[in-house]
């Protein structure tokens, strides 16, 4: 007998317990909490995804590529300062969409700290790149930049979670990238 065939569509369902942990985090959320999101009862659930460990290890993977998706398009421009100016305006939009939770769950959720250390190498390695194409100061140090800057992406975050607008993540976004020229005019000034 090969069984009842499942009676819900499991991209929509993965979407919708994904919604459900970037609102709440990992620890907040419950079983019963995913299958109201989701539609489904808790033995499809199981069946479907497995447990809620594995289910939030999937939904995160399918958010992760998306930032990782739209992290290498701003890389893809030709200087690094309007990569990581588009890395910082895009945030400031995602993070404030309203079609969407507010923030940011990778940025945010403690489980996800390896995604974020990718994050970091992956704009550690646009800034690298800055500095071989001498857009950025030879003695600009990378990986303390990087690390700026997820930091300030993570401030974003919190600060849409706690009600900031567009307009004043953008503004954070401003001012992270007048830091970027403040410390490249400093590193040029130094090591020039």
Known sequence: ??????SFDRDAALGA?????????????SVAMLTSAMGVTPPSLYAAFGDKRRLFE??????FQRTCEAVDLAAALPSARAAVARVLDDTARAHTDP???AG???????RLEAQREVLRRRLKDRLDQGVRDRDLAASTNTDHLASFLVAVLRGMSGSARDGATTED?????????GAVHQVDRADRVVGD
């Open 104 to 110: 940011c769950l990778m940025l945010t959720e403690p």
């Open 1 to 6: 007998m090969a069984g009842r065939p499942r």
């Open 99 to 101: 079609a969407t939770p």
């Open 169 to 177: 993540l953008l503004g954070i976004a401003e001012t992270a990238m």
């Open 58 to 63: 999937e939904a995160s993977t399918v958010y």
């Open 17 to 29: 317990a994904l919604e459900q942990f970037w609102r709440t985090g990992y620890e907040e959320t």
